[in-house]
């Protein structure tokens, strides 16, 4: 008999009773705008920045309305604008390039190496091409952080990280998003939290995150930030500052603050879906699992595997078979984007140069969610598919 598949890759978890409550609450008073609360009212979106920015042991924290939007205002709130350069991941998806572009700067791309995470040696040998890296973990691939950072740091290079897949990961202890001088989060459907939009900003330093709170369209509303620097802080950059709106509503802060006190649970049981399919993966002939360093603390709500120099047929056949059987593999290594996934050499407004390194590991990518509907078994039950597939095709290409 031929095993199926039939759960639904796109299918998250409810939001939690708790998150339910607490929406109602806001909806039955209906003060929605986080300025907008009654004597003695702290509002959600308040309350959602102090509990995050104490959960990363950051000094500042800002809740915004998307994960790109954290990344555009990470970006201003450096400085960059138009005409600038910013170093960024090859190996990332469309929100990123997007944030660079939206302040008017191009982003000059840094290969991938096959286990997905950024090439420090080519991000050294283009180092005195920008002054930012906007470095994005994508798909919660980590790279040795102790050593980019020392490459930063000497090169005069500023980190800002796209932690959109690593919410609640480490490396070396360090949460992800805390060794850059800001750390960006995405709140939407598919990523750790979900109230179907939404984003986080935290840092330490104060003058970054009182620009960022005036970009965020805090007009002079400063004051009711508890998790935003002092108020004299922001003495000149109240006036210096455009406000550019993207700012938290308290509905979807009150959906939040319970998911985050959920995290390192709902973080466990990723990790325990993802090394379902890895242990069920391991050692299938012409199939390459990225290496995971002892220092890394992913949280991996994704799966990939490549099959690195297969001809486009026999991945296609793989993709198919696997489809026929339930299992959504995405492709990293299609000529044209589709839905979600898309890379590089489609981001023409970026005026992308040619990256050979990336090109081989990208047609070699597939790419799946594991959502937290998926039980242990499941993934169990995906692993076998995709090794039956793939060794089919591996032997027909032998052949
Ligand atoms: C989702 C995502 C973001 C942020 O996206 P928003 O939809 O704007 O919240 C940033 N980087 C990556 C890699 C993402 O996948």
């Not at 003060?31 to 004597?39: A, C, D, G, S």
């Not at 286990?115 to 920008?130: E, F, H, P, R, S």
């Not at 995290?263 to 050692?283: I, S």
């Not at 692993?383 to 089919?392: F, K, N, W």
Request: with cysteine; proline share 5%; hydrophobic share 40%.
């Amino acid at each position: 008999m031929t095993e199926r598949f039939t759960g639904s890759f796109t299918q998250q978890e409810p939001i939690p009773d708790t998150g339910i409550e607490a929406a109602l609450a806001v909806l039955k008073h209906g003060r929605l705008h986080r300025y907008n609360t009654v004597e003695g009212e702290v509002a959600e979106a308040d309350l959602l920045e102090q509990e995050f920015a104490a959960l990363m042991g950051a000094k500042y924290c800002l809740a915004v309305a998307s994960g790109g939007y954290a990344m555009a205002t990470a970006l201003r709130a450096c400085g960059i604008g138009p005409g600038d350069q910013v170093l960024s991941n090859a190996f990332t998806l469309a929100p990123v390039p997007g944030a660079i572009a939206s302040v008017g700067a191009t982003p000059v791309f840094i290969e991938v190496t096959q286990d997905l995470t950024i090439d420090l040696a080519d991000l050294a040998a283009k180092a005195d091409q920008a002054k930012v890296l906007l470095l994005s973990h994508m798909r919660g691939h980590i790279a040795d952080m102790d050593a980019l950072m020392a490459l930063c740091n000497e090169r005069g290079i500023t980190v800002i990280e796209d932690c959109a897949h690593t919410m609640g990961a480490k490396w070396n202890g360090t949460w992800s998003g805390r060794h850059g001088v800001l750390g960006c989060y995405s709140c939407q459907t598919y990523k750790h939290v979900n109230s179907g939009e939404g984003g986080f900003l935290v840092g330490d330093d104060p003058k970054l995150m009182a620009r960022a709170t005036m970009l965020s369209g805090s007009y002079m509303m400063y004051g009711r930030h508890s998790a935003a620097p002092a108020p004299e802080v922001f003495d000149d950059i109240r006036l210096e500052t455009p406000n550019i709106s993207g700012r938290m509503d308290n509905l979807r802060a009150a959906i939040l603050r319970p998911q985050l006190r959920d995290l390192p649970r709902q973080c466990a049981r990723w990790n325990d879906l993802y090394r379902a399919v890895e242990d069920g993966l391991a050692q299938t002939p012409g199939l390459y699992l990225p290496h995971r360093p002892e220092a890394e603390d992913y949280v991996m709500s994704s799966f990939q595997f490549l099959l690195l120099d297969w001809d486009a047929v026999a991945i296609r056949k793989v993709i198919a078979g696997c489809l026929n059987r339930g299992v959504e593999l995405k492709w990293f290594g299609a000529d044209d984007p589709v839905a979600f996934t898309s890379k590089y050499d489609s981001w023409r407004y970026a005026n992308p140069q040619p990256m050979p390194q990336t090109d081989r590991v990208l047609h070699g990518v597939l790419d799946m969610r594991l959502p937290l509907t998926f039980s242990v078994e499941d993934c169990a039950v995906i692993a076998r598919i995709i090794r039956d597939e793939v060794g089919r095709a591996y032997q027909m290409a032998a052949e």
